[in-house]
């Protein structure tokens, strides 16, 4: 599982920041990719990459702001020119509005695509779940209606015990895979093993948020809850002004960001959506502020690539 910023940006388009996309690579769990939110131009970004839009399968929208959306269509008619077929559906879980939007613009520019969309509005509650992931959403306070999204990865199997049974000199072979499976097993010598009694503890899963465009409010702290990785805007930085700038644009600090996380006890802060005003010097001051808040937090940069590491390997 890993994070892909593909903009990191607010508002509008910088030298240094495109607006905002996150690209959730989760290729070894189900080979698929979901992104959340798409910002203009993440097409492009996604060509300086190694992701394929044939494999995103989802895509989730905080919301309707345009540097959140004006993406959106081109990097559907794209995802058709590639190649996506009937058998290779999209689905889009949005605001109200969101079906309207897409649809407005792939019949004003007589766009077809070659493989199915579906279109889930957001409610609160539990969005989607399956045998690998479940998403929740919750609604968040800015201009427009808003969401932020918490996706818990299911617990992983334990894995089979083998240095335990090469000690006790069961063969290898098929018996493993039985055991394995957590089936009861006759071994030729008359012993009689159960599986259960061979296999390790699971795997925890683990839990990103996504939190874009808010001001600070009770749900956050819900969905961020012992998450392995807080994604949280960070439009503004420390200090009186850019306390009252985040108020009155319906935004967060960096600050606000940083006691999330301390009291949901996340394990890393990830800062994006960051205004065009922290460059250089700007950044490094804004990320010192932070970490003496919650010290094992970063500001990502366009393009990076985070990995979301099961707890045992950190």
């Known amino acids: 599982m890993q994070l892909e910023f593909l903009g990191t940006g607010s508002g509008q388009p910088s030298k240094f920041r495109n607006v905002t996309s996150i690209a ?7 080979n698929a990719v979901w992104l959340f939110d798409v910002g203009e131009a993440t097409q492009h970004q996604i060509l300086k990459t ?12 905080s919301h309707l702001h345009g540097d959140h959306i004006f993406g959106l269509p081109g990097f559907l008619s794209s995802r058709s020119f590639q190649g996506a077929d009937k058998h290779e559906p999209l689905t889009i879980y949005g605001p109200k509005g969101i079906k309207d ?63 335990k049974l090469r000690e006790q000199n ?14 009861r097993v006759t071994l030729p010598d ?11 503890a699971a795997q925890k899963g683990r839990v990103v948020t996504f939190i874009l465009d808010t001001r600070p409010n009770d749900n956050i702290e819900v969905l961020a809850l012992n998450a ?5 805007e960070s439009t503004y930085g420390a200090g009186d002004e850019e306390a ?25 802060l ?34 990076d690539v985070i990995d979301v590491p099961f707890k045992k390997d950190k």
Do not use: C
């Not at 008359?190 to 390790?200: A, F, K």
């Open 50 to 61: 190694t992701l394929r839009p044939r494999k995103v399968e989802k895509i989730f929208i």
């Open 244 to 268: 009252k700038m985040a108020r009155a644009h319906a935004h967060s600090t960096s600050v606000n960001a940083a006691n999330t996380a301390r009291r949901a006890h996340v394990d890393k």
């Open 101 to 163: 939007f897409v649809q407005t613009a792939l019949r004003v520019s007589e766009t077809r695509l070659s493989y199915p969309l579906v279109y889930v509005e957001l409610t609160e509650g539990v969005i989607f779940d399956d045998k690998t992931f479940r998403v929740i959403a919750a609604k968040m306070r800015h201009r427009i209606d808003t969401w932020g999204f918490r996706v818990e990865e299911k617990d992983h199997p334990g894995e089979l015990l083998v240095e």
């Open 228 to 232: 392995d990785v807080l994604v949280h």
């Open 170 to 183: 069961v063969p290898s072979g098929p018996v493993f895979g039985q055991l394995k499976a957590g089936k």
């Open 190 to 200: 008359g012993r009689i093993l159960d599986g259960r009694d061979y296999i390790g």
């Open 24 to 30: 959730l690579r989760l290729l070894d769990e189900r």
């Open 270 to 303: 990830i800062l994006t959506h960051l205004s065009a005003r922290y460059i250089g010097p700007m950044v490094k001051t804004l990320v010192a502020d932070v970490r003496k808040i919650f010290p094992n937090t970063v500001v990502a940069r366009d393009l």
